[in-house]
């Protein structure tokens, strides 16, 4: 990917592509460390203190945050993944200079005013209820756990309901000395004048690195041996089922072959999930596959939405499909359409500033290459089909399995993962 200005300061790295054809800027700031260095008894912690950012700072109260930013049609977020926090702006090229000041003292300064902390304390807390009555999030929590215990991408980025409840500003001020000593990038797109651009060169050298503790790093993951399926009753005529292993991080050389397996199953109609468990067979109200970006061991996971009464054939056919990546090599069409999907996805996540500004902070911020995605598609033109059969079996041999359901289901389940399994 091309750059326009590439700027290093001490622990900030600052990144500018000029999309003169636009007058927008957008701007997307990664902090290192986020939701998976919460501390146990603090799980939240990180996208608390994210979210509470525009709420004011040392200079400024949260109505003037918020009446800057909206007098200038300028968009605003702030919340913490698993890797680190992300800050996101987009507003008029012309309105950039103030934003962009604005912008360092909330990083920099936070207020986290304990009124302020707790209005926002009952928002993420309002979420987590709302988590807990989706089936397909509940199941999440439960695979969570089954692969990762209380290591650090165990819980959501949001927390721990009774843990999100117990935080204290105090705990969010010594979260936010860690920043200090945190690696940062700050990657902007769109049409920035020599100004601007200056500004963003002085924003990055004027974040000194402070002497907080530096909170990156994971727990350990959940032990070998535990338990390989959950089960949370409850009582809805429909049926969540998610099989999922444990992976590789974003960096490693398996990523890109898991990344087209991740396509051949479940990218578009034409994806052999759909095809053959919607399609043809009926038994799924969707049916999908999540591989999000991380650090280390990301999950690999297979998401299936039916009813009641087709629970236990839906589950035969999903863990069928899991047992076949396994155990046939992918066929050169299917890998010719996996790879056409893959790249046609590369090509539509870089239409707008802020896709560009959020890919360029993503790979910098994994410390990978600007040319990563086109070097990855490159390694995939020389891997067949046995090649991906490799990784699968590398990655995802030893799934594990959480269901969402009526509880009449759990036995005829877990007869049908025990015997599939050898397992409980």
């Given at each position: 990917?091309?750059?326009?200005?590439?700027?290093r300061?001490?622990?900030?790295?600052?990144l500018?592509?000029?999309?003169?054809?636009v007058?927008?800027?957008?701007?997307?700031?990664?902090?290192?460390?986020?939701s998976?260095?919460d501390?146990?008894?603090?799980?939240?912690q990180?996208?608390?203190l994210?979210?509470?950012l525009h709420?004011?700072?040392?200079h400024?109260?949260?109505v003037?945050?918020?009446?800057?930013?909206?007098?200038?049609?300028?968009y605003f977020a702030?919340g913490a993944?698993?890797?680190?926090v992300v800050?996101?702006?987009g507003?008029m090229?012309?309105?950039a200079?103030?934003l962009?000041?604005?912008?360092r003292?909330?990083?920099?300064?936070p207020?986290?005013a304990?009124r302020?902390?707790?209005?926002?304390?009952?928002l993420?807390?309002?979420?987590?209820?709302?988590?807990r009555?989706?089936?397909l999030q509940?199941?999440?929590?439960?695979?969570?756990?089954?692969?990762?215990?209380?290591g650090?991408?165990?819980?959501?980025?949001?927390?721990?309901?009774?843990e999100v409840?117990a935080?204290t500003?105090?705990?969010l001020?010594?979260?936010h000395?860690?920043?200090?000593?945190?690696?940062?990038v700050?990657?902007?797109?769109?049409?920035?004048d020599?100004?601007?651009?200056?500004?963003?060169?002085?924003?990055?050298d004027?974040?000194?690195?402070?002497?907080?503790?530096?909170t990156?790093?994971l727990?350990?993951t959940?032990?070998?041996g535990a338990?390989?399926m959950?089960f949370?009753p409850?009582?809805?005529?429909q049926?969540?089922?998610?099989?999922?292993a444990s992976?590789?991080?974003l960096n490693?050389?398996?990523?890109?072959?898991l990344r087209?397996?991740?396509?051949?199953?479940?990218?578009?109609?034409?994806?052999?999930?759909?095809?053959?468990?919607?399609?043809?067979?009926?038994?799924?109200?969707?049916?999908?596959?999540?591989?999000?970006?991380?650090?280390?061991?990301?999950p690999?996971?297979?998401?299936l939405?039916?009813?009641?009464?087709r629970?236990a054939?839906a589950?035969?056919l999903?863990?069928?499909?899991?047992?076949r990546?396994?155990?046939t090599p992918?066929q050169?069409?299917?890998?010719?359409l996996?790879?056409?999907?893959?790249?046609?996805q590369e090509?539509?996540?870089?239409?707008?500033?802020?896709?560009v500004?959020?890919?360029?902070a993503?790979l910098?911020g994994y410390?990978?290459?600007?040319?990563?995605?086109?070097?990855?598609?490159?390694q995939?033109?020389?891997?067949?089909?046995?090649?991906?059969?490799?990784?699968?079996?590398?990655?995802?041999?030893?799934?594990?399995?959480?269901v969402?359901?009526?509880?009449?289901?759990?036995?005829?389940l877990?007869?049908i993962w025990?015997?599939a399994t050898?397992s409980?």
């Open positions: 990917m091309r750059l326009d200005l590439h700027h300061h001490q622990h900030v790295e600052l500018v592509q000029q999309r003169r054809h007058g927008v800027m957008a701007l997307c700031w990664q902090i290192a460390g986020g998976a260095g501390p146990l008894g603090q799980r939240g990180t996208h608390l994210a979210s509470t709420r004011g700072t040392a400024r109260d949260g003037a945050l918020a009446e800057a930013l909206e007098s200038r049609g300028a702030a993944r698993e890797d680190a800050l996101c702006l507003c090229a012309t309105d200079a103030p962009l000041e604005q912008l003292e909330m990083v920099q300064t207020r986290l304990p302020e902390v707790e209005r926002e304390q009952q993420v807390l309002q979420a987590l209820a709302q988590q009555e989706d089936p509940r199941a999440m929590a439960e695979l969570r756990r089954l692969l990762y215990g209380h650090g991408y165990g819980h959501t980025p949001l927390g721990l309901t009774a409840a935080l500003p105090s705990q001020r010594q979260a000395q860690g920043w200090g000593s945190s690696t940062m700050i990657a902007a797109a769109g049409h920035l020599e100004t601007t651009t200056d500004q963003l060169v002085a924003l990055a004027g974040l000194t690195p402070g002497h907080g503790p530096n990156l790093g727990r350990p959940a032990l070998p338990a390989t959950a949370r409850q009582d809805t005529e049926v969540v089922l998610l099989l999922g992976t590789c991080g490693h050389q398996d990523q890109t072959a087209l397996l991740q396509y051949h199953l479940g990218m578009g109609m034409s994806a052999r999930l759909p095809q053959v468990i919607r399609e043809t067979h009926g038994l799924a109200y969707e049916v999908g596959v999540l591989f999000p970006v991380r650090r280390q061991s990301a690999f996971v297979v998401h939405s039916t009813s009641k009464t629970a054939m589950l035969e999903l863990l069928a499909e899991w047992r990546l396994l155990e992918l050169p069409e299917e890998l010719r996996a790879h056409a999907k893959l790249q046609g090509l539509a996540a870089l239409q707008t500033s802020a896709q500004a959020k890919r360029l993503l910098r410390g990978m290459a600007m040319d990563t995605a086109e070097q990855q598609v490159a995939l033109a020389q891997q067949d089909g046995v090649d991906c059969q490799r990784v699968a079996q590398r990655w995802l041999a030893q799934p594990r399995l959480a969402v359901g009526p509880q009449a289901l759990a036995a005829p877990e007869q025990s015997q050898g409980t």
